[in-house]
């Protein structure tokens, strides 16, 4: 099969027998897989990662031990938790120090011809939803996590740094659950997207607001911003923190500790309330399609996911 392969900074395309199944796995046929900023950073040493990468995909299950799978369309969690230590059974499987993760620790990822997940990880993507849209799950489901960590009442004012891919899903998801949405990016096209659906977008010019807001998510991809997202929070406010950097952030802590900052880590989330967001057809996924291309066409497609101002690329057979 082909497949795409990183290694030391760098893209190539691989051939090799498709993967063996495990007891209780299902293998997935790839149908649409979608790069990110982690598979990005991934490529520049993020965790020293060598192998597959790939996590955001839609499939076809072809093999599987429980036959009700097989030949449905799905996408899959992509943490692969032990189900047997204490953070498994208090319900924290994507924190469970045992896990795998798809595509990034220790198992192949979707850019792949085929791929593995357990059954226990996945859903079935309804009829209706094409594979231009299910794809987004992934990412959506990150966004999606942020209401879960943090309560932000309908009708407060949340700021949203950053208008890269999962800067624009949070914005509109935060916008949907009745948020007032500030979000500050530096392209106009893009923060259009999420003002669709109801985000007041500005251009970032020479500063952004100081202490205004009970809420940021910082979300640019850049290990700079999280001081500009504590300088905007009121006292006692919270930040969400939403980027994953190869390199070391530095920030001035005593603004954190004098004003009782919170800072949240928010990483994963889970899938179902992504997939009903999904079906509800209120976001705006199809304008942030930026290219699409064959998985042969791996290392032109990685190349164009690296160009400022791109957005979604996509993958598929």
Request: net charge neutral; glycine share 10%.
């Amino acid at each position: 099969m082909t497949s795409i392969y990183l290694d030391s900074g760098r893209v190539h395309l691989q051939q090799s027998a498709r993967p063996e199944r495990k007891p209780g796995e299902a293998l997935i046929r790839l149908r649409m897989g979608g790069i990110c900023n982690t598979d990005l950073e991934l490529k520049r040493g993020y965790y020293g990662f060598r192998g597959i990468p790939g996590h955001e995909f839609v499939g076809e299950v072809v093999e599987a031990d429980t036959p009700s799978w097989r030949g449905k369309r799905v996408v899959g969690e992509i943490n692969l938790a032990c189900h047997h230590c204490d953070w498994c059974a208090r319900g924290l499987g994507r924190h469970c120090p045992n896990r795998t993760v798809l595509g990034i620790v220790n198992h192949p990822g979707a850019f792949a011809e085929y791929l593995t997940l357990p059954e226990i990880n996945l859903l079935e993507v309804p009829d209706s939803m094409p594979d231009e849209r299910a794809v987004f799950v992934e990412p959506l489901a990150a966004a999606c996590e942020i209401l879960e960590q943090v309560n932000i009442p309908a009708g407060s004012e949340v700021a949203v740094i950053g208008d890269g891919k999962l800067g624009l899903l949070i914005a509109q998801t935060l916008a949907i659950h009745g948020a007032r949405v500030h979000q500050f990016g530096r392209h106009r096209e893009k923060l259009k997207i999420a003002e669709s659906a109801g985000v007041q977008g500005e251009v970032i010019k020479d500063h952004l607001p100081q202490l205004k807001y009970h809420w940021v998510v910082e979300a640019t991809g850049s290990a700079q911003a999280l001081a500009d997202a504590i300088s905007m929070v009121v006292p006692r406010g919270t930040v969400i923190c939403k980027s994953t950097v190869h390199e070391k952030v530095s920030i001035d802590m005593a603004p954190v500790i004098v004003n009782e900052i919170s800072l949240i880590g928010s990483r994963c989330g889970r899938f179902e309330p992504a997939l009903e967001l999904l079906a509800s057809d209120r976001l705006h996924t199809q304008e942030m399609i930026s290219a699409r291309y064959p998985l042969e066409q791996g290392i032109a497609a990685f190349s164009h996911a690296e160009r400022r101002g791109t957005l979604k690329v996509l993958l598929h057979p």
